[in-house]
DNA sequence: ATTATCTATAGATCTATAGATAATGC
DNA sequence: ATTATCTATAGATCTATAGATAATGC
């Protein structure tokens, strides 16, 4: 269910392709302006799509464009979890999460900036970071490594804070984003209770290579 | 020049009126849906203002929303400095500047849904909550009680940490507002490298009265 | 006399659908 | 035979403006 039935024959192939076609276009649409009033006619020409298959898929341009917000979600996850694959320490999970989001807007700008434009909705979502996060955030609770008032407030600080670092980032941008990246995840990990030195250094640490 | 000049005859008073009254059409839809595709037809109707009026006053819907923005932010603002006056430790001023927002989304619901929707974009802007909050980082860095890479990572981190809570509570409300933005105004104070024990003390202050 | 507001409307979109065309399944 | 896509278009908006109406200045 979560990943979906490979298409079986060419005419599920071709449909899962202009379907995916409008998906894409819609993501670039929110990345770029995230002006969601742009007419259907665009976007289907941004597809390279004929005007009327766009009600083949759905019924209407909200949909599509919460289905762009999703599947820019779903990659986001996916990113992060591959990166983050054998590292233990909630406090380094986080971290990392942190900085990697942020390298993630130089290698992925147009996810990155879709989830820029429309994260806030999503913070309490179960797709993207959020999900994974709060794990973390429960799991370091539970051997006391972490101190907060709730896991959502947790979660609000920290995914707020990661949408406003990108936000400025992407209007001002800096010399060197893993500096301001450190910089936040370091500010996290006090949040979260983690004493000054130790935040420092784990926010410190060189982020886990791509397999 | 930042206090309008007060209008000196009727006609300009009238001209005011109108105008003020797209500006409030403008905030109410700002702040009920977020949603800025509506027609001009809609947004003149609501102001109970003939459609060609509109015209008279902003060129363009965009033009618009950006002055409703801005006029939320202004009484955001003025809101603020007067339940902070006299309150001199930045600690204390960054705490209480948390929560009074949050008591605000109760008490000005319509400006603070606004912001809620439009705030991302405005961390950097010099009206709100950001340029008080920015002196109150600098001051406090200067005598040594915050600690942080940057003023401008630790604005990102409590504007964003602020909104990200105000979303959540605006979609999901819990039972006491003030306990969510005492806790977030901690895990604030602890980010800006305030010992834990004090940060609690700070957080749980009595907030100052309205005069 | 001057200025703002209002009403009416032309022209330009934009949405949703119907019907023709093209591609694949069996 | 079935299904998706594409083209064309009707009808419903929506924007921007022109010209009439109302209110105030001097």
Redo the contacts between chains.
């Keep these: 269910m979560s990943t979906p039935a490979p298409p079986s024959n060419r005419f599920e192939r071709r449909r899962a392709a202009t379907r995916q076609a409008l998906v894409g276009a819609a993501r670039r649409i929110l990345a770029e302006s995230g002006d ?2 742009v007419s259907i006619q665009m976007i289907a020409e941004q597809a390279d799509v004929g005007f009327g298959s766009f009600y083949n898929h759905f019924a209407s341009k909200d949909a599509l464009f919460d289905e762009a917000v999703l599947d820019a979600l779903e990659e986001y996850g996916r990113a992060i979890d591959e990166r983050l694959e054998g590292v233990d320490d909630p406090a380094e999970r986080i971290a990392f999460g942190v900085r990697l989001s942020v390298s993630m807007a130089g290698t992925h700008p147009e996810t990155m900036q879709v989830l820029r434009h429309q994260g ?2 999503h ?2 979502s179960d797709r993207g970071l959020s999900p994974r996060a709060l794990d973390d955030l429960r799991t370091g609770a539970a051997i006391g490594r972490f ?4 896991p ?3 979660l ?2 920290l ?7 990108l ?2 980032r992407s ?2 941008p800096t010399a060197d984003s893993d ?2 990246a ?3 995840a ?3 990990l ?4 983690i004493p ?1 030195d130790e935040a420092h250094t784990i926010a410190s640490r060189p982020l886990p290579v791509r397999d």
């Design positions: 969601t009033s806030l909705a913070i309490q101190s907060f008032a709730s959502e407030i947790a609000a600080a995914g707020g804070s990661l949408l406003a670092l936000h400025m209007t001002r500096d301001d450190r910089a936040m370091e500010a996290m006090r949040m979260l209770g000054p």
